[in-house]
């Protein structure tokens, strides 16, 4: 993973955890993406890197890692997270807690040759079971076609 640093080139850090991700994506990849990255430091109008002192190698444990993604709907028909509705990366390391709190459009879920983009957000439905029907249907579809079945180009 690379950071932007103000004034430096961008800090590589390699996480080595311990630990599960939630079960929204448990035993999958993801990749993370920033398109627009800015230091924190700029914001608050302050000198210097945001990054400074913080190591290049995280080992340690998992906290809590989601993508915020639908379980299903409790008894009231409202959604269920693991954790919360977003992406949300927390580990404990050298630097202590660590916590990326992202934008959904920020987190994309590999599944072999199938890339799942998570929604940017639940209003691009008309309902949340709408969504959560929707994300169901992604990952009941096959991912390889039957045998008996000719592939279509």
Known sequence: MYFLRRGKAPLRVILELAGDFHEDIRGKVIRLSNPSPSEKNESLEREGTYMEGFSPVQKGTVGDITAGLPMGLDENGEPTYPYCP????????????????????????VDGTKVLKVPRSGRQYQTEADMIQNLASEFERPLHLPLDQPEVS
């Open 86 to 109: 977003y992406p949300y990366l927390e580990w404990f390391g050298p630097n202590g807690r660590v916590v990326l709190e992202l934008d959904a459009s920020q987190l994309e879920l």
